[in-house]
């Protein structure tokens, strides 16, 4: 059985016919894409058993990475998730001449989602405060943001959202590379050695990426099976290559020391408060022994405020 993807959807889509397409190589290849993904994912799922359930955080978060982008890539392996879109540049090659070219902005949905899933592995690893986690991630929608609405943009005006992004990763990049360093030296060297070799990996791919969009949505420069082939190498190598590093960094390392106290159900409440430690003293409250007191400080309980000696 062939892949009847394009014969089922065809390059017609909100009332525009895309000349710029895939072919069926480009969605062969984009199948061979989502099983990667799906395969990750339950790779990524099956090894979070060997752990308690208090220690899985990493490897749920790493296979929500991969499930998101199986079903983007499903998408686009299918021909759907896109859009016509006029190219700023008319080339005269044949394999990029044309009036439309197809748009996946499927793929930057995919991107929304599991970008800040990314930094959240990275800088969780580092131990970074919450603040700065949050607003590195902001910047890094940003970027994508910036990066969907400059590819739907015919005009020249798509290279300054082009700038908005490269500026929003310039500073993604700053975070991960200086500021996420620094936290993760103070864990530790297996949290350092990990962070460094996985945020130096995503940050290098990374700015593949706006080389890969110069080329397709901006420049128009290569046909659409060779936009699919870049992107789809830079997704395995950023998701699950990844996540595989990541993973493999965390097999000995307890999230209680990046700042990360998870609680499972079965777990005994530490009570730090006095009136739970006092409560079997004759039903007394806190500070006080019982009903009868002799005058003398009872050193069996442990009373609020300082001690005095009568």
Known sequence: MGNDALRINPNTNNGGTADIAITTHGSNWL?????????????????SFGKPRTHRIFHYITASITLVAAISY???????GWTPIRPQFIRSNPKVSGLYREIFYVRYIDWFITTP???LDLLLTAGLPWPTILFTILMDEVMIVTGLVGALVRSSYKWGFFVFGMVALLFVAWQVTWVGRKHANALGTDVSRTYLICGCWTIFLWFLYPI?????EGGNVIAPDSEAVF???LDILAKP????????????????RLGIHIRDYDDVPRVDGPLHQEKHHNGAGPGITGAHHS???DTTTTTVGPTTTV
């Open 241 to 256: 290559v990844f996540g595989a590093l990541l993973l493999w960094g965390h097999r000995t390392i307890d999230p209680n």
């Open 117 to 119: 899933l990314l930094l």
């Open 31 to 47: 199948w061979a894409v989502t099983a990667v993904m799906i395969v990750s994912t339950l790779a990524f799922i099956g090894l």
């Open 231 to 233: 992107y789809g190498i």
């Open 74 to 80: 499903f998408s686009m392996a299918s021909n759907l």
């Open 295 to 297: 005058g003398v400080t």
């Open 212 to 216: 890969a969009w110069g080329l397709c």
